[in-house]
T-cell receptor, first 110, second 115 residues
Framework: KQEVTQIPAALSVPEGENLVLNCSFT??????LQWFRQDPGKGLTSLLL?????REQTSGRLNASLDKSSGRSTLYIAASQPGDSATYLC?????????FGTGTRLTIIP | DAGVIQSPRHEVTEMGQEVTLRCKPI?????LFWYRQTMMRGLELLIY????????DSGMPEDRFSAKMPNASFSTLKIQPSEPRDSAVYFC?????????????FGNGTRLTVT
């Protein structure tokens, strides 16, 4: 059974700092790895999608990397801002299903 | 692009009542997913459709849950009879196609409370 783990469960950092969120998964047969953010009371917003043949994707201050051999993905946020405060979830597409991690709740301290 | 539209946003009902959740996927998307989110279990896939056909309903918790997709622009998730443990946020999501290279787009969810 596919399992996706995100550590830490919660993270607080001062505004302006760079940070890394981690995601690990057990199924190496992935087709894509997607990162989402979820604001309280809202649905999930897609941030970045890394296809199986790719190693990383970048969008603005966000960079996501994928290492299939180790079963890990990281989301790097540069120059963090209070608006980045949200829960970040990674999801691994494998065995025809998208399996989500439990998320990292990020708080950026002004 | 109106995004994935779900209704209602909130639903409060008494145990034993029937509940119907509705979803309109993004136009042109042919894969549709129903997820349930709780604090204890996170996001769980209940069922997904490709081209209006249910592909995998192994996540549907019990026979009390059923889902339909009569056409490409509408899907329902029904719980009958509802129970307090069904209380959760139910999300609908859609993508252009199941598989690689197609990001998933979520609706804002329906918060269900069963008393």
């Amino acid at each position: 059974k596919q399992e996706v783990t995100q550590i830490p469960a919660a993270l607080s950092v001062p505004e302006g700092e760079n940070l890394v969120l981690n995601c690990s998964f057990t199924d190496s047969a992935i087709y894509n790895l997607q990162w989402f953010r979820q604001d309280p009371g809202k649905g999930l917003t897609s941030l970045l999608l890394i296809q199986s043949s790719q190693r990383e994707q970048t969008s603005g201050r966000l960079n996501a990397s994928l290492d299939k051999s180790s079963g890990r993905s990281t989301l790097y946020i540069a120059a963090s801002q209070p608006g980045d405060s949200a829960t970040y979830l990674c999801a691994n597409f494998g065995n025809e299903k998208l399996t989500f991690g439990t998320g990292t709740r990020l708080t950026i301290i002004p | 692009d109106a995004g994935v539209i779900q209704s209602p946003r909130h639903e409060v009902t008494e145990m034993g009542q029937e509940v119907t959740l509705r979803c309109k996927p993004i136009s042109g998307h042919n894969s549709l997913f129903w997820y349930r989110q709780t604090m204890m279990r996170g996001l769980e896939l209940l069922i997904y459709f490709n081209n209006n056909v249910p592909i995998d309903d192994s996540g549907m918790p019990e026979d009390r849950f059923s889902a339909k997709m009569p056409n490409a622009s509408f899907s329902t998730l029904k719980i009958q009879p509802s129970e307090p443990r069904d209380s959760a946020v139910y999300f609908c999501a859609s993508s252009r196609r199941q598989g690689a290279g197609s990001p998933l787009h979520f609706g804002n969810g329906t918060r269900l409370t069963v008393t």
